[in-house]
Structure formats: C-alpha cells, structure tokens
C-alpha cells in the first residue's frame, strides 16, 4: 500500500516538473521572441534617429546658404537702380511661384501695384513657410502706402523671410505686421511661445546696416519681437 501512494506521488511529481518545465520553456520563447521585436524596434529607432540628424544637417547647411544668399542681395539693393530693383522683384517672386508650384504669379513692370505685390508675396511666403515647418504664420497688415519701390518691397521681402525663418521652428507662432513711419519702411516680427533667448541675428544685422537701416531684437511677455526699421534709399 506505502509503495503505491510513492508511486502516485512520484507519478504526481513527474508531472508537476513536466508541466513547469514546459511553462518555463514557453515562457521563455515568449520572451526571447517580445526581446527581439523590441530590437527591432529599437533598431528601426536607431535607424530613424540617424535619418532626421542627417536631414537635420542638410537644412541647417542650405538655411545657412540662404542666409548668406538673403543677406548679399539685401546689401547690394542699396545700390541697386530702380530698373535692377524691378528685376530683381520679378526674379523673387519668379522663385515663389516655382516653390509653391503654381504659374507666374504676377506681370512685373510698369503699372504694377507694388504694395499689393508685396502683400502676397508675404502671404505665400507664410503659406510656404507653414507647409514646410508646420508653425502658424499670419500677416496682421502691411500698410506701406502706395508709394512703394521695387527695391524697397524686395528688402521688406527679404527681411521677413530670414527672420521667419529664423523663428519659426521654436515659436508657436508668428505675427508679422509692416508699416512705414515717415520715410522708413518698419517690419515687426513676433515669436510667441519661444522658448529660449532671442536667437543671433548676425548676417541679418550687416544687410541691414548696408541699407542703413537698424535691428532691434527684445523679448515681451513670453514672445520674441524683432523690429527692422529700413529707410527709403530714393529719399
């Protein structure tokens, strides 16, 4: 009688290993199989990781050429007659039409309407500009009078579109307002939500200086504003 309840207990055993043993072998392929995925997972981070850093590079590198770019052609409109500033405009907005994908926007000449021009070239400045960073950008009012040259809607121009996009990837949003006081041509960008303290605008600062203009950059309640003040070179 003893020896069949050991046989029973060790038929009980036997089973009880079995059993744990065949749990634990599960258990573990379960966990060498999540193991792998989350490899693979991590890998394809990895993968990701160093994609965005590369691409990351190569806008730094073409923004900082268009910086450089952006800052000569605003120095030398100083110079620039009124026949070159016109062809210059036309070219600019040559270049928009193509980035956005659309015909020529606009006939460049005389009887042009420059401040309506410049108004939409703003504004598909700022929808080009949220198409490729995502941040929202609004023109509040662009009241330049009617008086407005080739030279000095490409300067304006110019100004906006190196300090949009010198802002726009750490702000929230921007508001860009542009209005003349006397002889002087005023752009007032503003970057709420920045983050961090007003960032260089070095490059900026020289094509300003070129066109013996002034640059004032402050922080307001939590926003950055960058002012440029660029008096009529014909005055």
């Not at 990781?49 to 910086?67: C, D, F, G, P, S």
């Not at 906006?160 to 041509?185: F, P």
Request: glycine fraction near 6%.
């Amino acid at each position: 009688m003893v020896w069949v309840v050991l046989a029973a207990a060790a038929a009980v055993l036997v089973v009880v290993v079995v059993v744990v043993v065949v749990t634990a072998i599960a258990l573990h392929r379960r966990q060498a199989r999540e193991l792998a995925a989350e490899q693979e997972r991590l890998e394809d981070a990895r993968r990701s990781t160093q994609h965005l850093e590369t691409r990351v590079a190569t806008l730094r590198h073409e923004l900082a050429e268009q910086h450089r770019t952006n800052a000569e052609l605003t120095a030398r409109l100083r110079t620039a007659g009124d026949a070159r500033g016109a062809g210059l405009w036309a070219l600019e907005r040559l270049r928009q039409s193509r980035l956005a994908g659309t015909p020529a926007l606009r006939a460049s000449g005389p009887g042009i309407d420059m401040a309506a021009d410049l108004r939409d070239a703003i504004t598909l400045e700022l929808e080009l500009l949220r198409e490729d960073v995502g941040t929202y950008a609004e023109v509040s009012d662009v009241a330049l009078g009617s008086a407005v040259t080739a030279r000095e809607a490409l300067a304006v121009l110019r100004v906006i579109q190196e300090l949009s996009a010198s802002l726009a990837r750490r702000a929230d949003e921007l508001r860009i307002d542009v209005r003349r006081d006397g002889d002087v041509a005023v752009v007032i960008v503003s970057a709420s939500g920045y983050p961090d303290a007003p960032p260089s605008h070095a490059i900026l600062q020289r094509g300003v200086t070129a066109l013996q203009g002034t640059l004032d950059v402050r922080s307001d309640g939590g926003a950055v504003v960058v002012e440029v003040r660029i008096p009529d070179s014909t005055t």
